[in-house]
């Protein structure tokens, strides 16, 4: 596969497993039985929603929100053993009422390509709307590749500079959030969830390392990158090559402690 845009639903399928490998199973422990009606924020083709009903006692309703129809049209079919509603809005508007009847609030890979003023929104009617949320795999800006080129750090840098290009949030969307849930009284905690790419991940290593130099290429003209794809790719195609890409998972709840 060549250059895919992020939001692609060839991309989504393509990481939905490693997705699926490297979710936090701590936070729906937390969860309870607060998982009947459950908003899924920027919900793509609904993958989140594929992992996580079966995992949450029934019946559950899932409420999707996306601005994407084409997006949507998948995900309100795609929820297993769950009734669907799709909602067609722009979460930098989100609004408590917008929530209100849900008894969760889940999102993944949504955060880090927010600005700061839509996390706030989005915080601020989460919040207000009382119930607990987990944002899952927010990037969290390290990358740890096997074996190592003297080349991986200025990429890396390069990369995070363009997550925060026009005031994205890229790999400070977790603090972000996670002050504004601790300026409204909501304890939040952290959980790991990288996502570990080896020789049978070959197609979304290539994809990522093809999306993850071409940004930095973009934001750095310059970088004497060309070469660099050029060798990871080889090394990938061998199944030489390894990768840990960092995310994170935010857990807020209003009758949680603050780890
Ligand atoms: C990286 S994708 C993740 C999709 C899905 N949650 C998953 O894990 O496969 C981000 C999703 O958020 C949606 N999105 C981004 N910004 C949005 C906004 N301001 N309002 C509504 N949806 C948004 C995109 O359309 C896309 O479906």
């Given at each position: 596969?060549?250059?895919?845009?992020?939001?692609?639903?060839?991309?989504?399928?393509?990481?939905?497993?490693?997705?699926a490998r490297a979710r936090s199973r701590e936070p729906v422990g937390l969860i309870g039985d607060r998982g009947r009606v459950v908003a899924d924020l920027g919900c793509g083709t609904g993958s989140l929603g594929r992992w996580l009903s079966p995992r949450l006692p029934s019946p559950q309703h899932w409420v999707l929100f996306d601005r994407d129809p084409r997006l949507l049209s998948v995900a309100e079919r795609s929820v297993p053993g769950a009734t669907t509603e799709a909602r067609r809005h722009d979460l930098a508007a989100l609004r408590s009422a917008d929530l209100s009847g849900c008894t969760l609030v889940v999102a993944s890979a949504l955060l880090d390509v927010l600005t700061r003023p839509a996390v706030d929104t989005l915080v601020g009617a989460v919040a207000d709307a009382g119930c607990p949320a987990l944002f899952s795999l927010t990037v969290a800006g390290r990358v740890e590749l096997s074996p190592a080129d003297p080349l991986d750090g200025a990429v890396a840098r390069a990369f995070d500079a363009h997550q925060r290009r026009g005031g994205l949030m890229g790999p400070d969307a977790v603090g972000a959030a996670r002050a504004s849930f601790a300026e409204r009284g909501v304890a939040t905690r952290t959980f790991p969830s990288p996502w570990r790419l080896g020789g049978e991940d070959g197609a979304l290593l290539a994809?990522?390392?093809?999306?993850?130099?071409?940004?930095?290429?973009?934001?750095?003209?310059?970088?004497?990158?060309d070469a660099y794809l050029e060798r990871?790719?080889?090394?990938?195609?061998?199944?030489?090559?390894?990768?840990?890409?960092?995310?994170?998972?935010?857990?807020?709840?209003?009758?949680?402690d603050d780890r």
């Open positions: 596969m060549t250059d895919v845009p992020p939001f692609a639903p060839e991309w989504l399928a393509l990481r939905e497993d490693a997705d994809a990522w390392l093809r999306g993850w130099v071409g940004a930095a290429l973009e934001q750095d003209p310059d970088l004497p990158a990871r790719l080889e090394e990938c195609s061998r199944g030489a090559l390894f990768a840990i890409v960092h995310h994170t998972d935010l857990w807020a709840d209003p009758a949680g």
